[in-house]
């Protein structure tokens, strides 16, 4: 199982940004593919980006396309999530996720990491 810890969250307000980071440990060598989901409360959860481990693939959701990029540093086992133009709706806890090779689901989680964007 890959270990996921996510940092960057906060208080900020409308049109302001933030980086997320999330930094993997364990079973690298087994990440496909990594993402960021979200979830507000009394809402599902949310698709926002992912990117491969290899290769320049990247994908994100309808509702932060073009406002959102995702990154990632292999040689530090990390992967950000760069969140421009935030706005009230973009609230939530932010998850990180690996989908490992071989897998279809994302089967490994961080604990989140809570954002908060004030109007």
């Known amino acids: 199982q890959v270990q996921l810890v996510e940092s960057g969250g906060g208080l900020v307000q409308a049109g302001d940004s933030l980086r997320l980071s999330c930094a993997a440990s364990?079973?690298?060598?087994?990440?496909?593919?990594m993402g960021w989901f979200r979830q507000a409360p009394g809402k599902e959860r949310e698709f926002v980006a992912s990117?491969?481990?290899?290769?320049?693939?990247?994908y994100y959701g309808d509702s932060v396309q073009g406002r959102f990029t995702i990154s990632r540093d292999n040689a530090k086992n990390t992967v950000y999530l760069q969140m421009n133009s935030l706005e009230p709706e973009d609230t939530a806890v932010y998850y990180c996720?690996?989908?490992?090779?071989?897998?279809?689901?994302?089967?490994?989680w961080g604990q989140g990491t809570q954002v908060t964007v004030s109007s």
């Open positions: 990117i491969n481990w290899s290769g320049d693939s990247t």
């Open positions: 996720a690996v989908r490992r090779k071989g897998l279809y689901n994302y089967n490994d």
């Open positions: 364990g079973p690298t060598f087994s990440i496909y593919q």
